[in-house]
């Protein structure tokens, strides 16, 4: 079945980077868009990546473009999220999320989340 | 960037009851609408895609609904599984959007 496991979570000083990955088993990885999801009790669910099937369209919000960059390795079924000058208010719950095909849709398929913590 | 506001906020009913959950786009976002499931400690989950169509291996009791800018989950019946967050999102325009959230609780 379709699985989704993010890894790389954990605790950063402000100002410092951290890359997270998400493992995907189950499906045809390259038929599908990927995204980034981030959850706290203060913003609830903010989306936060997204990346096509091929890798060749990427979108993110104003909050995080320039500092956050998602890529993928269709040979090795991974996305990532490189984030870098990390704030406090990005500590959050990460998941990553499947599309139902290459380009759009709502999110079929989710991990079970990673907790990034910014704090000094 | 495209707001939703989802009402109430919180609700309170019982197994049985019949549930109507709000969520009202800032612009018209066409039926580009998804509804999702939320428990403690749990990812959430897709219960309907593009206003009104299941996802897979969703029960029949929940319903999506609507166009434009308004937009309604129902559930029929509520069952003891159905207690927890729903948030709606849109995909219509960049940044996607998410609610923020209904809480269904026990009455």
């Known amino acids: 079945q379709v699985q989704l496991v993010e890894s790389g979570g954990g605790l950063v000083k402000p100002g410092g980077s951290l890359r997270l990955s998400c493992a995907a088993s189950?499906?045809?990885?390259?038929?599908?868009?990927m995204a980034w999801i981030r959850q706290t009790p203060a913003k609830g669910l903010e989306w936060i990546a997204y990346?096509?099937?091929?890798?060749?369209?990427?979108h993110y919000p104003d909050s995080v473009k320039g500092r956050f960059t998602i890529s993928r390795d269709n040979t090795r079924n991974s996305l990532y999220l490189q984030m870098n000058f990390l704030r406090a208010e990005d500590t959050a719950v990460y998941y990553c999320?499947?599309?139902?095909?290459?380009?759009?849709?709502?999110?079929?398929?989710w991990g079970q989340g990673s907790l990034v913590t910014v704090s000094s | 960037e495209i707001v939703l506001t989802q009402s109430p906020a919180t609700l309170s009913l019982s197994p049985g009851e019949r549930a109507s959950l709000s969520c009202r786009a800032s612009?018209?976002?066409?039926?580009?609408l998804a509804w999702y499931q939320q428990k403690p400690g749990q990812a959430p989950r897709l219960l309907i895609y593009?206003?009104?169509n299941r996802a897979t291996g969703i029960p029949a009791r929940f319903s999506g609904s609507g166009s434009g800018t308004d937009f309604t989950l129902t559930i029929s019946s509520l069952e003891p599984e159905d207690f927890a967050v729903y948030y709606c999102?849109?995909?219509?325009?960049?940044?996607?959007?998410f609610g923020q959230g209904t809480r269904l609780e026990i009455k």
């Open positions: 999320a499947r599309g139902p095909g290459s380009r759009s849709g709502s999110y079929v398929s």
């Open positions: 189950g499906f045809t990885f390259s038929d599908h868009f």
């Open positions: 990346i096509t099937g091929s890798g060749d369209e990427i």
């Open positions: 612009q018209s976002i066409s039926g580009y």
């Open positions: 593009d206003a009104s």
């Open positions: 999102q849109q995909r219509s325009d960049w940044p996607i959007t």
